[in-house]
């Protein structure tokens, strides 16, 4: 079991390392094997802008623990019940991110054969990529066409929130064969540092999603006064206590958000905030899946969203980890750890998301 203690913004990088370091070995990490090319790296041209170059190491490869599974190695099928299906997306943006989550889930999990991963895309072109930085790996990808959402976003507070594959995750109901039905659905700034099987196996119970959840925080925050004041809004939380969660970690069960049709729901309150006189809130896709599901949430330990180490939107800030355990490390906020570090300028936690980088620049 991973404990963290919460560290001051004055601690340096090399000290929460020192520190940390050894929790991480607390619990069977996947056994990994290293191919002839494994350090080789790997380079690749954006499919929307051409001259740039990202270049990836190839990962090892990861086996199963002896108490696992055997996985059918040919003919596998998206379908076997015994995977662990995860979503993610994949951009030229948030590439680099994305890239290190995954290695993160393969790197500390019993059984990483028995992971599927299943990548939203904006574009064609990623997945020679996927498969050369992660040979063995099982994967999908899946076209989100933006233009299925893109007048329905709203303008946020931040640009970035307003990228339409911010919203694919409302779609992964539609997007994955129906056979699927569970999922956990994972943003790209973070790492997993816990066996992904644990998160695997909460029980939602009669619910939908399952998130940590945030009572303390203030929920009006999310929405403006108009919502507030307005006679028919506040209603819709009417016979529920409604608590702020994160989407950016989420256990889904698609079977039943097929049967109530959630997409449509919140697709509904997106509409709502376009043509009302006045906006209802302003943070881009968490309003409106809050609208929906804030009250009815299966709750999953915090410890599997540290989130807020960005610096909730705010430039240049650095955070601490809440206190208590730790299974995932959350970079919500404007700073991304890839950019501190690249800047030179990093946090004291960036330095914990690093050992999952596979980037390397190109020559």
Same mark, same amino acid.
């Given at each position: 079991?991973?404990?963290?203690?919460?560290?001051?913004?004055?601690?340096?990088?090399?000290?929460?390392?020192?520190?940390?370091?050894?929790?991480?070995?607390?619990?069977?990490?996947?056994?990994?094997?290293?191919?002839?090319?494994?350090?080789?790296?790997?380079?690749?041209?954006?499919?929307?802008?051409?001259?740039?170059?990202?270049?990836?190491?190839?990962?090892?490869?990861?086996?199963?623990?002896?108490?696992?599974?055997?996985?059918?190695?040919?003919?596998?099928?998206?379908?076997?019940?015994?995977?662990?299906?995860?979503?993610?997306?994949?951009?030229?943006?948030?590439? *680099?991110?994305?890239?290190?989550?995954?290695?993160?889930?393969?790197?500390?999990?019993?059984?990483?054969?028995?992971?599927?991963?299943?990548?939203?895309?904006?574009?064609?072109?990623?997945?020679?990529?996927?498969?050369?930085?992660?040979?063995?790996?099982?994967?999908?990808?899946?076209?989100?066409?933006?233009? *299925?959402?893109?007048?329905?976003?709203?303008?946020?507070?931040?640009?970035?929130?307003?990228?339409?594959?911010?919203?694919?995750?409302?779609?992964?109901?539609?997007?994955?064969?129906? #056979?699927?039905?569970?999922?956990?659905?994972?943003?790209?700034?973070?790492?997993?540092?816990?066996?992904?099987?644990?998160?695997?196996?909460?029980?939602?119970?009669?619910?939908?999603?399952?998130?940590?959840?945030? #009572?303390?925080?203030?929920?009006?925050?999310?929405?403006?006064?108009?919502?507030?004041?307005?006679?028919?809004?506040?209603?819709?939380?009417?016979?529920?206590?409604?608590?702020?969660?994160?989407?950016?970690?989420?256990?889904?069960?698609?079977?039943?958000?097929?049967?109530?049709?959630?997409?449509?729901?919140?697709?509904?309150?997106?509409?709502?905030?376009?043509?009302?006189?006045?906006?209802?809130?302003?943070?881009?896709?968490?309003?409106?899946?809050?609208?929906?599901?804030?009250?009815?949430?299966?709750?999953?330990?915090?410890?599997?969203?540290?989130?807020?180490?960005?610096?909730?939107?705010?430039?240049?800030? #650095?955070?601490?980890?809440?206190?208590?355990?730790?299974?995932?490390?959350?970079?919500?906020?404007?700073?991304?750890?890839?950019?501190?570090?690249?800047?030179?300028?990093?946090?004291?936690?960036?330095?914990?998301?690093?050992?999952?980088?596979?980037?390397?620049?190109?020559?």
């Amino acid at each position: 079991m991973l404990w963290i203690m919460r560290f001051s913004g004055f601690f340096s990088a090399a000290m929460v390392m020192i520190v940390l370091s050894p929790s991480f070995q607390s619990f069977p990490p996947a056994e990994a094997i290293r191919s002839s090319h494994a350090d080789s790296v790997l380079r690749f041209s954006t499919p929307t802008h051409s001259g740039d170059k990202f270049s990836f190491r190839r990962a090892p490869a990861f086996r199963n623990a002896g108490e696992c599974r055997s996985p059918k190695v040919e003919n596998y099928s998206v379908c076997d019940p015994s995977l662990v299906h995860v979503a993610i997306t994949l951009d030229v943006e948030y590439l *680099r991110g994305s890239v290190a989550a995954v290695h993160s889930v393969l790197q500390h999990t019993k059984c990483p054969e028995s992971v599927f991963f299943h990548f939203l895309v904006p574009e064609i072109g990623f997945q020679s990529l996927v498969r050369s930085t992660f040979p063995e790996l099982k994967f999908k990808v899946y076209y989100f066409d933006p233009e *299925r959402v893109r007048n329905l976003i709203s303008s946020s507070v931040r640009q970035a929130l307003e990228q339409p594959l911010n919203y694919a995750r409302n779609y992964l109901a539609d997007l994955l064969e129906t #056979c699927v039905t569970r999922v956990i659905y994972l943003d790209s700034d973070l790492v997993v540092v816990d066996d992904i099987s644990k998160l695997w196996s909460t029980k939602l119970g009669r619910k939908t999603i399952g998130a940590p959840e945030y #009572c303390h925080a203030n929920f009006t925050k999310y929405f403006t006064s108009h919502f507030w004041s307005n006679s028919r809004f506040p209603g819709v939380f009417s016979g529920r206590s409604p608590c702020y969660f994160n989407t950016g970690v989420m256990v889904m069960d698609l079977g039943k958000w097929r049967r109530f049709g959630y997409t449509r729901r919140i697709e509904r309150w997106m509409e709502v905030q376009k043509t009302s006189e006045s906006r209802i809130y302003e943070l881009g896709s968490l309003p409106p899946f809050l609208l929906v599901f804030a009250g009815h949430v299966a709750p999953i330990e915090h410890r599997w969203n540290q989130h807020g180490l960005g610096g909730d939107n705010v430039r240049g800030s #650095c955070r601490d980890l809440h206190p208590g355990p730790v299974s995932l490390l959350h970079w919500s906020g404007s700073g991304k750890p890839w950019l501190r570090l690249d800047s030179k300028q990093p946090c004291p936690l960036d330095s914990l998301w690093a050992p999952y980088d596979l980037y390397g620049h190109s020559t």
